[in-house]
């Protein structure tokens, strides 16, 4: 039960079970205890030195993890020129946290071999089957100059290691780990040498994405955590039923007005006026109409800035009971405070910041549905947060999806974002110095080139480490910009984007709802990207090969026909 909620429910769950059984909270803090003080005592010690480094003057951070410190003791226990064996998680190649063993094993040490193994279908263990693990061995000695040593990446059973694919096999040397990592030596999941040869060539001649040199005047944020932050967030029945009126786009003519449901709306609540045109949004009552209902009056303050809000009888009573998990500020309301979508995973995709709408249920059995392309689209959210409470000055600006996979039909996806709206830590954002340079990533990451380069180097999640790493060509030609726009500008969150850049009122038609013209544009866009980064038709066609899940549901065009690679390359 506990795995299907979150936010509030959960905690409302957890107070109901451990009213129901009382030692369960004392099991809880024991337990959390006992893990923080065994990682207190490991982190106290002098000799595990290499989990911790610095980068670019920065030290890496992440939890204790035990596989780390099992690695780093493994070198206390062997003599000089000693080998080990090792079965570990794959992220000990990728991870920023594990930069310190990469270290340890590339620079202090001498590795011989390394697989890395994805657990497709659950074939090795019982658990996710986007799960990497790494089997590999290494000697207790310093590396010898432009020594190497083989690797193989994503295998999915054990035949490399019976001699069966030897076309799998990579040779990696710590000045080619240096080219393709040169602050954190992470290794790529690159299945073959031709990719390796082709990874290789892009990053010799275009900066990582997050270094000075890229050129890219760019800040990433994780903006609410969906636990630490959950107070935040707010559900349609709970305002519905704290009488919050809802305001909706309805299309008049070539344009577009904010409307709400007058037989919903509370007769005695005034609304603001006019009513701020911003896409789906909630609004609360007034002040007089929350003391009207007898609700209990604070003041707090915000930035600096002091704000009446208001707490209903319900509320009041779940806050003062014995046992519970919330206080007053879970449940304030702010007097015509307006709550506009939390933006998840799920609501993102390829220049598509509307792709589903939130049905029902709660985490992991939450239900959500897809639009269709045709669709007139409405920002459905789980759940609406108050931008009036928000600190933080919000602009347009990038949104991508942190929860992924190296086999998805796609790895990266990501969409424009308008201002009135916040994001949840599994969608962070990117903003940027100016318009020119935002709608440049946007084309970029949701390009094929760029998500090839990215499925090399991520498991399951895609975090700024990764993507900071990702090598790409600066800009996009200036006429690109309207055929993003074109993708992306599908609701009214878009409209005043839409408008600032194109010139021209925005309305529902100005996005192309027929598949086939959606995706003429984004293979234009693709195109421009690739020759941006002077890819050959065949190096182009070594990258579409990397896809082959994307657009199932379309036939072939005419003249289209089969890629498959080959010992004698693309054919």
Request: glycine share 6%.
């Amino acid at each position: 039960k506990i795995a299907q909620s979150q936010s509030a429910s959960m905690n409302r769950l957890i107070m109901e079970l451990e009213e129901k059984t009382p030692s369960l909270r004392m099991g809880w803090l024991s337990y959390e205890k006992n893990l923080k003080d065994y990682a207190a005592f490991l982190s106290a010690r002098n000799e595990y030195k290499w989990q911790s480094v610095a980068i670019n003057g920065r030290k890496t951070g992440g939890d204790p993890d035990l596989f780390r410190y099992f690695v780093e003791r493994s070198f206390h226990c062997v003599k000089d020129n000693g080998r080990i064996g090792f079965l570990v998680p794959a992220v000990l190649w990728q991870a920023e946290g594990c930069t310190g063993l990469r270290r340890l094993l590339f620079m202090e040490n001498s590795v011989e071999s390394l697989e890395v193994f994805e657990n497709y279908r659950k074939w090795a263990f019982h658990i996710h089957s986007s799960f990497k693990f790494t089997s590999l061995v290494a000697a207790r000695k310093k590396p010898r100059k432009n020594a190497s040593f083989s690797g193989a990446f994503m295998l999915r059973d054990t035949r490399y290691l019976d001699g069966l694919l030897p076309e799998r096999q990579v040779k990696l040397s710590q000045k080619a780990i240096e080219n393709l990592s040169p602050d954190t030596l992470a290794l790529l999941d690159i299945k073959s040498d031709g990719d390796f040869q082709l990874v290789h060539r892009l990053h010799e001649e275009f900066p990582a994405f997050g270094r000075q040199e890229s050129g890219w005047d760019v800040k990433y944020r994780c903006e609410l955590h969906m636990t630490n932050d959950a107070w935040l967030f707010k559900k349609t029945d709970w305002m519905r039923l704290r009488e919050f009126t809802e305001l909706y786009p309805v299309e008049k003519g070539a344009s577009w007005e904010m409307e709400y449901d007058k037989t919903q709306k509370p007769y005695a609540a005034k609304l603001p006026e006019p009513l701020p045109k911003i896409g789906n949004c909630w609004i609360a009552a007034d002040a007089d109409h929350y003391r009207n209902l007898g609700y209990k009056e604070m003041e707090i303050e915000v930035d600096s800035e002091k704000m009446t809000t208001f707490i209903s009888h319900e509320d009041l009573e779940i806050v003062r009971k014995s046992n519970s998990r919330f206080e007053e500020k879970h449940f304030r309301i702010i007097p015509h405070g307006i709550y506009t979508p939390l933006y998840e995973g799920r609501m993102v995709h390829n220049f598509d910041h509307c792709r589903k709408k939130y049905i029902g249920g709660e985490g992991r059995t939450a239900i959500w549905e897809g639009y269709e392309l045709s669709e007139k689209r409405e920002v459905k959210p789980h759940f609406y947060v108050s931008i009036t409470e928000n600190i933080y000055p919000i602009a347009n600006r990038l949104v991508f999806c942190d929860v992924t996979g190296a086999t998805n039909e796609r790895s990266a996806l990501g969409s424009l974002l308008g201002p009135n709206s916040l994001c949840g830590n599994s969608t962070p954002t990117l903003s940027f110095g100016n318009s020119k340079q935002l709608f440049s990533m946007i084309a970029i990451l949701n390009s094929l080139v760029f998500d090839y380069l990215v499925r090399f180097r991520v498991s399951t999640h895609l975090n700024y480490t990764y993507l900071s790493q990702i090598v790409n060509p600066r800009s996009i030609p200036e006429e690109s910009v309207q055929k993003v726009l074109s993708l992306s500008c599908t609701t009214p969150e878009l409209a005043l984007l839409w408008e600032e850049e194109i010139g021209s009122p925005w309305n529902y038609d100005v996005s192309p709802k027929d598949p086939w013209e959606r995706a003429e544009l984004r293979a234009e866009i693709d195109a421009i990207v690739a020759e941006m980064y002077g890819l050959s038709v065949e190096e182009y066609a070594r990258v579409l090969t990397s896809f082959p899940l994307m657009d199932r549901k379309f036939g072939a065009l005419e003249g289209d026909f089969f890629l498959t690679e080959s010992n004698d390359g693309i054919k």
